[in-house]
């Protein structure tokens, strides 16, 4: 059973920056795709970024492009995302997501296994 962990989240001013991690436990996750989706109150979760079994693959929502980057470590099974220039928009829950493929998906229901979440506060 895969297990998903994130850690990173916090409070941070406008303009500032976090680093999400996800740790994966469990089987190796090094052929599946992985993503990064947020849900603030009252919101749909949405896809802020993706990316492909190899890393050759990303994608990202067109409000973080430019500001956010998502990478993985195959060989440490684990993914990251690099938060810059932050916005109080960007508040949400931000969850770890790995799909049983290899091709990203911006769809939260074709992923199986997720994180429990960490909140990303971000003050104006």
């Known amino acids: 059973q895969v297990q998903l962990v994130e850690s990173g989240g916090g409070l941070v001013q406008a303009g500032g920056s976090l680093r999400l991690s996800c740790a994966a436990s469990g089987p190796a996750l090094s052929t599946n795709a992985m993503a990064w989706f947020r849900q603030a109150p009252g919101k749909e979760r949405e896809c802020v970024a993706a990316?492909?079994?190899?890393?050759?693959?990303?994608y990202y929502a067109d409000s973080v492009k430019g500001r956010f980057t998502i990478s993985r470590d195959n060989a440490k099974n684990t993914v990251t995302l690099q938060m810059n220039s932050l916005k109080p928009d960007d508040t949400a829950v931000y969850y770890c997501a790995a799909d049983t493929v290899a091709l990203p998906s911006i769809v939260a229901k074709n992923y199986d296994y997720w994180g429990q979440g960490t909140q990303v506060t971000v003050s104006s």
């Open positions: 990316i492909s079994w190899s890393g050759g693959i990303t």
